[in-house]
């Protein structure tokens, strides 16, 4: 199983960013998946969760109206489309899949800063 996550980088305040984690080594379609992020000195936290097919999504309560998750099944690639950013949505993004055990993606840092 590989997760590998991209796209993240320096952005100002307000701008977007589109983060992607490109899956392997097990069926794509047939797993929820999620994006979390962990802010430097801070505990791991949720931020947003789809399901196999693509029909749900969840939130986190800060994200939602701004971000929006999304996956292509037939690419066997998950994304989160990131807009009018601020500083404290400044992390490393990981993805996270979750089946017969949890898998991690190696994280992709997004700093929001002027």
């Known amino acids: 199983v590989q997760l590998v996550e991209s796209g993240g980088g320096p952005v100002q305040p307000g701008g977007s960013l589109k983060l992607s984690c490109a899956a392997s080594?097990?069926?794509?379609?047939?797993?929820?998946m999620k994006w979390y992020r962990q802010a430097a000195g801070k505990e791991r936290e949720f931020v947003a969760h789809?399901?196999?097919?693509?029909?749900?999504?969840k939130y986190k309560a800060s994200v939602k109206g701004r971000f929006t998750i999304a996956r292509d099944n037939a690419k066997n690639t998950m994304y989160l489309h990131m807009n009018s950013l601020k500083p404290e949505d400044t992390a490393v993004y990981y993805c996270?899949?979750?089946?017969?055990?949890?898998?991690w993606g190696q994280g992709t840092q997004v700093t929001v800063s002027s």
């Open positions: 996270y899949a979750l089946f017969s055990t949890g898998y």
């Open positions: 080594g097990f069926t794509f379609s047939s797993v929820g």
């Open positions: 789809i399901t196999g097919t693509g029909g749900s999504t």
